[in-house]
């Protein structure tokens, strides 16, 4: 099966910058999209940010200008970039890949962006 590893999360200040991982690994069959999700307490989980495979991506509007999302197809990895964090951005991240087969889901990494 699929695992996806995620790591990069922590705790740091507004303003302040962290970069995401996400590893795919096992019985993989053509990814396609990648992309990060994020879900904040007593909300649902939410769109951050898509990347296909030629490289086009899609944000959420809320972190359009800061986050930078990237991959590496050789790798099986996927990047996010999250500069100027805001309190708000505190949420468990979590890494998606999609494939012909079906969609796979990282078990998460908390990030915390203190005020």
């Known amino acids: 099966q699929v695992q996806l590893v995620e790591s990069g999360g922590g705790l740091v200040q507004a303003g302040g910058s962290l970069r995401l991982s996400c590893v795919a690994s096992?019985?993989?069959?053509?990814?396609?999209?990648m992309g990060w999700y994020r879900q904040a307490p007593g909300k649902q989980r939410e769109l951050v940010a898509t990347i296909t495979r030629d490289g086009s991506t899609n944000y959420a509007d809320s972190v359009k200008g800061r986050f930078t999302i990237s991959r590496d197809n050789a790798k099986n990895t996927v990047y996010l970039q999250m500069n100027s964090l805001k309190p708000e951005d505190t949420a468990v991240y979590y890494c998606?890949?999609?494939?012909?087969?079906?969609?796979?889901w990282g078990q998460g990494t908390q990030v915390t962006v203190s005020s």
């Open positions: 096992g019985k993989i069959f053509s990814i396609n999209a």
């Open positions: 998606k890949i999609n494939t012909i087969v079906e969609p796979y």
